[in-house]
């Protein structure tokens, strides 16, 4: 008997016809902070009538009582938990949540193993919803985005000049790691609103800027709302392509911040997209192609393990931490991959057969761009070209330069770039 099968048949009767005669097996209850007070006499009767009640241990002591089953707290890691639920299926169970349980909660992860026909679901108002009421602003409107148990990074490309910001954290030192992340990056005037245990008995707001933050024992669970103002030298990642070059740590391997904005729009990032940046440098295609979207996914393919490390620094500073990056050459470097809608190849295109796997990887559909400064890769995209068709571009990119005590124009490279959606 395996450890599953023994925790489903030790943790409760056997199952009866009657258990779930509509076929939904599984409950998922949303709680506020307010606990059973706050729940509807479906949502409470759910619990009461549940075999086995899975929750977290301020969750189970919130509903302690109204459960008449097995209380089970979540195991670590929290994937057994999941597997544990799902062993159960036929029996009376119910989760317990936080607030809405498909917003940033365990809801999203048993979707992906219970049907939603056997699953029935009661949400509460979420820490965004109840946040909002509070501010009086009107949700909309704002962005709403969790850094539990994720990098703060995340924050730094919601940093417009005038937008409001809901952000879920990890801990009691959430906030100040937020206010010293904003100090850092030219938003110190920003004012934050920490909004901690919303919707129970020891609800609390307090308000502040983030360079004179010193609020001091804040609770654990708490949210902070971020009227976010620029000063002098921000840095503010705009929502179109093409960065500053600045933006950028590099060592010289850099797509410059023209030809990068040409490469995102022919590459043409859709949503839930993943893009291969084979010989990333500095990784700012990667990076700005997963900047256009918070669903889209990028790995960066670098040789050189300091780029490789340099990849990662520019991503975490450009607000996408997310960035997949591997250490290798390609074509090795590609085996095992997930499987690409769209690959850039900035260098290298003729080495060693990466070309040729690329357009192996690539499912029907998906765009392939190259960019070529050498005449030997010009030569080699044209040749393709002429076999496979597509689209073949010359950029020239001339900047205004002192010249002496004048100004004139000083060109840089030109680049070839060869676009093709696969058959």
């Given at each position: 008997?395996?450890?599953?099968?023994s925790?489903?048949?030790?943790?409760a009767?056997?199952?009866?016809?009657?258990?779930?005669?509509?076929?939904?097996?599984?409950?998922?209850?949303?709680?506020?902070?307010?606990?059973?007070?706050?729940?509807?006499p479906?949502?409470?009767?759910?619990?009461?009538?549940?075999?086995?009640?899975?929750?977290?241990?301020?969750?189970?002591?919130?509903?302690?009582?109204?459960?008449?089953?097995?209380?089970?707290?979540?195991?670590?890691?929290?994937?057994?938990g999941?597997?544990?639920?799902?062993?159960?299926?036929?029996?009376?169970?119910?989760?317990?949540?936080?607030?809405?349980?498909?917003?940033?909660?365990?809801?999203?992860?048993?979707?992906?193993?219970?049907?939603?026909?056997?699953?029935?679901?009661?949400?509460?108002?979420?820490?965004?919803s109840?946040?909002?009421?509070?501010?009086?602003?009107?949700?909309?409107?704002?962005?709403?985005?969790?850094?539990?148990?994720?990098?703060?990074?995340?924050?730094?490309?919601?940093?417009?000049?005038g937008?409001?910001?809901?952000?879920?954290t990890?801990?009691?030192?959430?906030?100040?790691?937020?206010a010293?992340?904003?100090?850092?990056?030219?938003?110190?005037?920003?004012?934050?609103?920490v909004?901690?245990?919303?919707?129970?008995?020891?609800?609390?707001?307090?308000?502040?800027?983030?360079?004179?933050?010193?609020?001091?024992?804040?609770?654990p669970?708490?949210?902070?709302?971020?009227?976010v103002?620029?000063?002098?030298?921000?840095?503010?990642?705009?929502?179109?392509?093409?960065?500053?070059?600045?933006?950028?740590?590099?060592d010289?391997?850099?797509?410059?911040?023209?030809?990068?904005?040409?490469?995102?729009?022919?590459?043409?990032?859709?949503?839930g997209?993943?893009?291969?940046?084979?010989?990333?440098?500095?990784?700012?295609?990667?990076?700005?192609?997963?900047?256009?979207?918070?669903?889209?996914?990028?790995?960066?393919?670098?040789?050189?393990?300091?780029?490789?490390?340099?990849?990662?620094?520019?991503?975490?500073?450009?607000?996408?931490?997310?960035?997949?990056?591997?250490?290798?050459?390609?074509?090795e470097?590609?085996?095992?991959?997930?499987a690409?809608?769209?690959?850039?190849?900035?260098?290298?295109?003729?080495?060693?057969?990466?070309?040729e796997?690329?357009?192996?990887?690539?499912?029907?559909?998906?765009?392939?761009?190259?960019?070529?400064?050498?005449?030997e890769?010009?030569?080699?995209?044209?040749?393709?070209?002429?076999?496979?068709?597509?689209?073949?571009?010359?950029?020239?990119?001339?900047?205004?330069?002192?010249?002496?005590?004048?100004?004139?124009?000083?060109?840089?490279?030109?680049?070839?770039?060869?676009?093709?959606?696969?058959?």
């Amino acid at each position: 008997m395996t450890q599953l099968e023994s925790f489903a048949a030790g943790s409760a009767a056997p199952a009866r016809g009657d258990d779930a005669p509509d076929g939904r097996w599984l409950s998922i209850v949303g709680m506020g902070e307010d606990g059973l007070d706050g729940l509807s006499p479906t949502a409470r009767g759910l619990i009461e009538a549940a075999e086995i009640v899975f929750g977290g241990a301020r969750h189970l002591a919130l509903a302690e009582r109204a459960v008449a089953g097995r209380a089970q707290a979540w195991p670590s890691p929290f994937e057994r938990g999941v597997e544990q639920v799902v062993a159960l299926r036929g029996r009376r169970v119910c989760v317990l949540a936080s607030g809405d349980p498909f917003l940033h909660g365990v809801g999203a992860v048993l979707a992906r193993h219970v049907p939603a026909h056997e699953m029935r679901t009661l949400p509460a108002p979420s820490s965004f919803s109840l946040a909002a009421a509070r501010l009086g602003w009107p949700l909309a409107e704002v962005t709403s985005l969790t850094v539990h148990g994720r990098s703060l990074d995340l924050v730094r490309a919601h940093l417009h000049p005038g937008q409001r910001l809901l952000v879920l954290t990890s801990d009691g030192a959430g906030p100040g790691d937020i206010a010293a992340l904003l100090s850092a990056t030219g938003f110190g005037g920003s004012t934050l609103h920490v909004l901690e245990a919303l919707g129970g008995p020891r609800e609390t707001m307090r308000s502040c800027r983030a360079e004179t933050f010193d609020l001091h024992g804040v609770d654990p669970l708490n949210l902070v709302a971020i009227e976010v103002e620029a000063g002098k030298g921000a840095r503010i990642i705009a929502c179109a392509p093409g960065l500053p070059d600045a933006y950028f740590e590099h060592d010289g391997q850099l797509t410059k911040r023209e030809i990068r904005a040409v490469t995102l729009s022919s590459l043409a990032p859709r949503r839930g997209e993943v893009l291969w940046d084979i010989g990333a440098g500095s990784g700012s295609v990667g990076i700005e192609w997963m900047l256009a979207d918070p669903s889209l996914r990028a790995i960066a393919i670098e040789e050189r393990p300091e780029r490789a490390a340099r990849v990662r620094r520019n991503a975490a500073a450009l607000g996408v931490p997310g960035l997949q990056v591997v250490e290798g050459a390609a074509p090795e470097a590609l085996a095992g991959l997930p499987a690409p809608d769209a690959i850039f190849i900035g260098g290298g295109a003729g080495d060693g057969g990466v070309l040729e796997m690329a357009l192996i990887a690539l499912p029907c559909g998906g765009r392939l761009v190259v960019n070529a400064v050498t005449l030997e890769t010009e030569a080699l995209l044209i040749a393709e070209h002429a076999v496979r068709g597509g689209s073949l571009v010359r950029l020239a990119i001339s900047r205004a330069e002192p010249v002496g005590g004048l100004t004139g124009w000083r060109a840089a490279m030109p680049v070839m770039q060869w676009s093709w959606v696969k058959p």
